[in-house]
């Protein structure tokens, strides 16, 4: 299992893109989301791409990725 934490620092809403699944997130200023990856071999681990308003997390191959705010996974979408 792998576990990075993404918070947006910014005053804007971030985009944030799960790939390759093309799962979108949108993240509120100031909150933070815990993504989660598991199975496969994890050799490489995420690869983190920063974009223009966002980020892009690309799991490895045979990955299983999940969004955690507060504990509880979240649903592609607006998170606060």
């Known amino acids: 299992m792998q576990r990075i ?3 947006n ?5 971030m985009l944030l893109i799960i790939e390759p699944w093309a799962e979108e997130y ?3 200023p100031g909150a933070s989301v815990d993504i989660v990856g598991q199975g496969g ?3 490489t681990g995420f690869e983190v791409e920063h974009v223009d308003k966002g980020m892009i997390i690309y799991g490895w191959e045979g990955s299983i990725v999940s969004v955690f ?3 509880e996974i979240v649903e592609p979408g607006f998170q606060q």
């Open 26 to 28: 949108l993240i509120e």
């Open 5 to 7: 934490n993404c918070l």
């Open 9 to 13: 620092g910014s005053e804007a809403v």
């Open 41 to 43: 071999c994890f050799e």
């Open 69 to 71: 705010s507060n504990g």
